[in-house]
């Protein structure tokens, strides 16, 4: 049982697809799939304590260089849904109109920079806050990448009669995206020397996030899965995932009284907040549980996941009885995601364990495992 980053990998929680055309995917039968799984996921949702498993089939592709490519990047989600099937999971796959992490950045007037075969980069920094704030701005809709990921939903829903689950496409935090636009020698002294400045900012990223996924959420109408990218998601699942991965470079006061309220504000107009941050958060772990209607909160729970692992201690008895979602995701053999999970689990608790066995077998043994001691 190891369990240790295989940095050889080019994505550690990637699984290898066939990739299928629309006419080659059986549109009625993943449905089907899905909705039947959706029952479990609403009884899940309403209930106060519980586990599910969500077989997570993340596709390189899709993350790296066809994500600007809505045909090939169609053509790879649905042979990963497909595939999807033959592992036994409570929660279905969907599908992600992706398209980077700058989204709700293109606002402030950058594009991207493409390197072949790699996901995009953000073009440019501001030096300061104040230099963002005085900066012109426009609603994410009207820029190239906002465009883009529009019509890419609307080709999604198209091309699979509006009868697959999809989700949003990636956003950020308004912390992430502004970490990501604000040259970081000044970012981080502007929490202290130019604090109005900060909350100005984050307020006003957030607005522009709630804008463009209300766009979203129009477009994609009853086959909407929710928190989102990166998430286990279901139809009867609630609130807004966000990517929110900074924390880790704050304390924990200046990210709850300086970062979390504009978060907040995004995450009540879609149901509340959900929370992901790669790396190791567990000591903010008290303060994110605590945080205004939050529903879910992910993290990585093994070193084949993410080489800055989250340590299991604590989070049981933090989130029991809570009512707050962990989706746990965990990169390893049934040996090893048994051990974590029986440091995770505690009656009372609401667990989500997100694996990426290797073969439908190993993920079988995972599953009933898991089941049997989540009781």
Known sequence: MKDEFNSSLADSQATAVTPLTP???????????????????????????????????????????????MEHSLQWQLGALQQSMKFKADIPNFLEPWYGLGTVASAYGFGYVWEKDLAPAVDGKFASTAELLAAPFRPVAETEIGRHTLNMVEYFLEQTKGRVPMSYCDVQSPLNTLSNIIDSSQFYMDFYLDPESMKQAMDRTADLLIDFTRAQQQLIGDALVKPGHGFASSRTFDGLGMSDDTVTMLSPDLYVDMAVPAMVKAGNAFGGTVF????????????????????????????????????????????????????????????????????????????????????????????????????
């Open 276 to 375: 992901h941050s790669c790396g190791n958060w567990s000591d903010k772990k008290a303060d994110i549980v605590r945080i205004e209607n939050i529903r879910m909160a992910d993290g990585a729970f093994s070193k084949a996941t993410d080489p800055g692992a989250n340590p299991t201690d604590g989070y049981a008895d933090t989130f029991a009885g809570t009512g707050v979602v962990l989706n746990a995701r965990i990169v390893g053999d049934p040996d090893l995601v048994e051990a974590k999970v029986r440091e995770l689990w505690k009656p009372g608790m609401k667990l989500i364990v997100v694996t990426y066995c290797e073969t439908p077998e190993e993920q079988e043994e995972a599953y009933n495992r898991i089941h049997d001691i989540c009781q």
């Open 23 to 69: 006419e080659q995917f059986n549109i009625d039968a993943y449905a089907d799939y899905a909705a039947e799984l959706d029952a479990r996921c609403k009884t899940f949702w309403e209930a106060s304590s519980g586990v599910l498993v969500y077989r997570r089939m993340r596709v390189q592709q899709v993350f790296a260089g066809d994500c600007c490519n």
